[in-house]
């Protein structure tokens, strides 16, 4: 008799045993699906205050304003001039002046500076323009929304704004300044409005316009900011 060989395969047609999952794999895709739930969970809230930010005033945007607010500002503030630009309709130049102390103890006043221009020489030939490349011209927007008409500031705001606009004057100031201490400064406005275009058939004064604004005291905080601290 002729013995029958032993199978070392399984036989056509069964169904080989599961192996046991080890923890780790187990653990692994408990962690990855926690992750997963936590994202989902985390762009909805997104969406949803944003969404709530930006929709018409309703009873949800009211009752959480404060929560809304606090989550969108100031990092995700939506700015729709980037879809929606508003076309400007004057030329605006800022100039700015100091009242510096003499070495006899009196005072003079320096020429006007453009800063203006300063940020333009800046801008100028540069492939990718930044924010920080006009830094007073933002810090000229904002100290305009934060002082009144008399050029008062309001509230807290509107004393940072104001010593930020200082600080940024004071260093394009210096080469008139020949480190001599600062008293004061003075900052004019000279607008200009824009022609519209000739389809429109209509034209405004080209003119310049000038506004002397109040003169502020310069204080060491002031001088903080500044390269010397003088």
């Known amino acids: ?7 070392t395969a399984e036989e056509p047609g069964t169904v ?8 780790e794999p187990r653990l692994a895709r408990l962690i990855v699906a926690a ?25 949800v945007s009211t009752q959480h304003k ?8 100031p990092e995700l503030a939506q700015n729709w001039a980037v879809f929606a630009p508003n076309p400007l309709f004057t030329n605006t130049r800022v100039m700015a002046r100091a009242e510096v102390r003499t070495p006899r103890g009196g005072t003079s006043v320096t020429q006007w500076v ?18 920080t490349m006009e830094q007073f011209r933002q810090g000229w927007n904002n100290f305009n929304r934060s002082h009144d ?5 309001v509230g807290k705001l509107g004393r940072l704004t104001e010593q930020n606009l200082k600080r940024l004057a004071l260093e394009r100031l210096r080469p008139v300044l020949d480190g001599r201490p600062v008293r004061r400064v003075q900052f004019r406005q000279l607008t200009q409005a824009i022609q519209p275009p000739e389809w429109t058939g209509r034209t405004v004064s080209d003119v310049w316009k000038s506004r002397a604004y109040p003169w502020l005291p310069v204080t060491r905080d002031d001088l903080e900011g500044t390269v010397d601290g003088r």
């Open 1 to 7: 008799m002729t013995e029958t060989p032993e199978r």
């Open 16 to 23: 080989p045993a599961e192996e046991p999952v080890p923890a």
């Open 149 to 153: 008409r008399a050029g008062r500031p």
């Open 66 to 73: 404060s929560t809304i607010d606090a989550y969108v500002f």
């Open 35 to 59: 992750a997963a739930v936590a994202v989902v969970l985390a762009v909805v809230a997104h969406a949803g205050m944003i969404f709530f930010h930006v929709a018409p005033k309703n009873a």
């Open 114 to 131: 453009d800063m203006t221009a300063y940020d333009l020489r800046t801008l100028r030939g540069t492939f990718v323009p930044s924010m």
